[in-house]
């Protein structure tokens, strides 16, 4: 069990929040598969207190994806408060995170998401501003550091222990390796011995294995993972069970993947429309089929569909191809 606030989660397990795919979608379908927690894609700050459509849309969550996390971004502390203030009285998200590890530049040159890394008073200032101002918890994702020489992961996870936050999720990544490299679980570990609020451990959490091990060697209260469930939110359910009874469930089949796939693309059409859907599902599906043997052809396939009829008709003739060769294959041995 982890608890954050007030709000009590069943697991240790959590979703990562990973822009352009955390939609509701996505996450009522890694939900089912026994999520302790779903964090919600990164929303820009100013989108909300202007009322964007795209930043509002946004905000949607179904109320079977609870509890949930929603995370917002920004680098001025008006902005951020009006957006916070918001999303604590017009949704229903059970925690508001702020972005402090996004890597990208077009947001780090608006001084929000890991540029805060370098600036310890900043993240006070900025943590306790939201935490005054709203009454569901606030909690923090970061990175451990800008870059090597700017490893500043102990003070900025303490500066939001001071300012009221309620728990931290740390990437074990400095802003300049992106997603490349190695992740640094003793530096999570370090920071887990230096505040007394939940840490959530992220990076390199790829299998059940993984988790335990991060949960083991660091003493995290939760892990979270991210792009391993992508196309594959079995890894969730995988990693709960094996952290309940040590039991290693096996993979699932091709006919469930494909099943999950287009359950996941329903649900996105029934979120944005089949036009906006079938596009954003294509990178999905292609996710989905990872691992499959001989899909090749047909991933270049999913990304000429422009319908759902196509997109349905091309992964279930697929499904039907593998498992005939797959019984041929086994009669012959």
């Known amino acids: 069990m982890l608890k954050i606030g007030d709000i ?23 939900k089912e598969f026994g999520a302790g927690l779903v964090c919600a894609e990164m929303v820009s700050d100013k989108g909300i207190v202007l009322q964007n459509e795209k930043s509002m849309n946004m905000l949607y969550i179904d109320e079977r994806e609870n509890p949930l996390s929603l995370q917002i971004f920004g680098g001025e502390r008006e902005t951020l408060v009006q957006a916070a203030k918001f999303v604590d009285k017009n949704t229903n998200a059970d925690i508001i995170d702020i972005n402090m590890g996004c890597p990208v530049p077009k947001i780090t040159k608006c001084d929000a998401g890991a540029k805060w890394l370098l600036d310890p008073n900043k993240i006070y200032e900025m943590v306790s501003a939201v ?17 090597d020489d700017h490893i500043f992961a102990v ?6 222990e001071r300012a009221g936050g309620s728990a931290v999720a740390l990437h074990g990544r400095t802003r300049v390796q992106m997603y490349e490299g190695k992740a640094n679980w003793d530096i999570i570990r370090e920071v887990k011995q ?27 209260d939760g892990v979270m993972i991210g792009r391993a469930a992508l196309g594959n939110p079995w890894v969730i359910y995988r990693t709960v069970k094996y952290l309940e009874t040590g039991e ?3 993979e699932p089949s ?25 596009r954003e599902m294509r990178k999905h599906a292609a996710w989905y089929l990872k ?21 349905v008709t091309l992964l279930t003739d697929y499904v039907t191809e593998v498992e005939g060769k797959m019984e041929k294959e086994s009669q012959a041995v």
């Open 194 to 220: 230096s505040i007394n609020i939940p840490l959530i451990g992220n990076g390199d959490v790829q299998t059940p294995q993984d988790a335990k091990r991060m949960l083991d060697e660091t003493g995290v």
């Open 8 to 30: 009590i989660i069943d697991n240790p397990v959590v979703l990562a929040p990973m822009a352009g795919v955390c939609n509701s979608a996505f996450r009522l379908t890694v």
């Open 155 to 160: 003070k900025n996870a303490q500066a939001v």
């Open 254 to 278: 091709v006919r469930e993947k494909i099943d999950v796939c287009l359950l996941h693309l329903d649900r996105l059409i029934a979120l944005k429309n089949e036009y906006i859907a079938v």
């Open 291 to 311: 691992g499959i043997r001989g899909n090749a052809n047909v991933r270049n396939s999913v990304n000429e569909c422009s319908t759902r009829e196509q997109l």
């Open 131 to 147: 935490v005054d101002a709203v009454d569901k918890p606030v909690t923090v994702k970061m990175r451990m550091g800008w870059d």
């Open 248 to 250: 290693l469930m096996g």
